[in-house]
């Protein structure tokens, strides 16, 4: 058995179009993802429909990001808490709540937050940040110990995120695996390309192997440069030159 894991969409079309092609090509049977489908993208309404649309498709399984849940539950005060710290961000939160119908939030507010599922006698445990909170961060320098205390009362074989937009992983001294399956949305690695992970199953073994895919993300930058709030400028030069997750 293979499964693929996505995280972080982030309303990037042409990451979708690339990365979904290379999952076909590598005869995937089922496709975990986790999370973040629309804000700040290029085009967050055809990212969250092209998932809706899939839903009741037996090979997804999906669960909600953290700013799935802010779209979905937009309100001036979230907008006014987010723009002290990350002024674009939330001029794009501002936008994306607007720009998607009442239909599209519902599907993401009532995504679970969490999801155990059991494939080829590995118990899998989906998350978007850590098994504590969708917001916290599991990244390549997080301390060994750290990792483990998130994973208290945690019984699941291998535990997959994403939110960091940075791929890593670890291993615990209670045999557990904890994989970062880094972003094709929005990618923070050198060479931005998009990012999502295969997990290959066999005798109740895995093997984990990070993808990085190209996309056409000169594309993506322009589309996300032409959307109406302020700073889509400076979101769309985070496709081409990663530098920082928040403005």
């Known amino acids: 058995m293979k499964i693929a894991v996505i995280s972080d969409i982030h309303g990037n079309m042409e990451a979708i179009e690339a990365v979904m092609k290379d999952i076909a090509d590598k005869m995937c049977n089922k496709i975990f993802v986790l999370g973040d489908y629309a804000m700040a993208g290029p085009e967050p309404q055809a990212a969250v429909e092209y998932f809706m649309q899939r839903k009741d498709n037996p090979v997804f399984k999906m669960i909600q990001g953290n700013t799935d849940l802010m779209i979905a539950d937009y309100t001036e005060e979230l907008y006014n808490s987010l723009k002290e ?53 599991i990244l390549p320098d997080t301390p060994i110990e750290e990792v483990e205390k998130m994973l208290e009362n945690v019984d699941a074989d291998v535990i997959l995120c994403g939110h960091t937009h940075i791929p890593c992983g670890f291993q615990t001294s209670k045999k557990q695996t904890v994989v970062n399956v880094g972003s094709i949305g929005r990618p923070f690695t050198p060479e931005p390309k998009a990012c999502y992970l295969t997990i290959t199953v066999e005798n109740k073994q895995c093997l984990f192997e990070h993808h990085f895919v190209e996309y056409d993300k000169e594309r993506a930058s322009e589309k996300l440069s032409k959307r109406e709030f302020e700073g889509a400028d400076k979101l769309a030069g985070m496709l081409l030159d990663p530098k920082t997750r928040h403005f």
Do not use: C, W, Y
């Open 85 to 137: 710290k990350a002024p674009v961000m939330a001029e794009a939160l501002k936008n994306d709540a607007e720009i998607l119908n009442p239909v599209e939030k519902d599907f993401l507010k009532n995504l679970p937050i969490q999801l155990e599922v059991t494939e080829g006698g590995v118990k899998f445990l989906l998350v978007h940040g850590s098994p504590r909170k969708n917001n916290e961060d």
